[in-house]
């Protein structure tokens, strides 16, 4: 399963990747915002994004309908300390799964191996 991470904090992206590497994931690609991330989808599209919804240049909310544009087989995980008031907009623009920051990352995993056993 390839993974792409888009997250500006880089912090997060080193905890969030050194977690799913922990757990046996082994393709992952990382972006520092919607725009570069558009840019590795282009190149090679991932099974699997995980988001911020805040984000500068292009946030999670303009990029999700974006990457269901592009590649619509591509599973969306929201990531992100935005408040739960905007879960219904990240569903509504084709997120898959909302999972707040502050919450075990084991829920991301477990999604993702869930995804896998598909």
């Given amino acids: 399963m390839r993974v792409l991470i888009v997250d500006d904090s880089v912090a997060f992206r080193a905890v969030l990747r050194s977690t799913l590497e922990d757990?046996?994931?082994?393709?992952?690609?990382e972006a520092a915002n919607g725009r570069d991330a558009l840019q590795r989808l282009a190149a090679d599209p991932p099974d699997v994004v995980l988001v911020d919804l805040q984000m500068p240049v292009l946030d999670g909310l303009d990029l999700i309908p974006e990457i269901?544009?592009?590649?619509?087989?591509t599973k969306i995980g929201v990531v992100t300390v935005a408040?739960?008031?905007?879960?219904?907009?990240?569903?509504?623009?084709?997120?898959?799964?909302?999972?707040?920051?502050?919450?075990?990352l084991e829920y991301v995993v477990q999604w993702l191996r869930g995804l896998?056993?598909?």
């Fill in 83 to 104: 408040g739960m008031s905007l879960m219904a907009d990240a569903f509504e623009v084709g997120g898959d799964a909302y999972f707040r920051k502050e919450e075990p």
């Fill in 23 to 29: 757990e046996g994931f082994t393709s992952i690609d």
């Fill in 116 to 118: 896998d056993d598909r």
């Fill in 68 to 73: 269901k544009r592009r590649a619509p087989t």
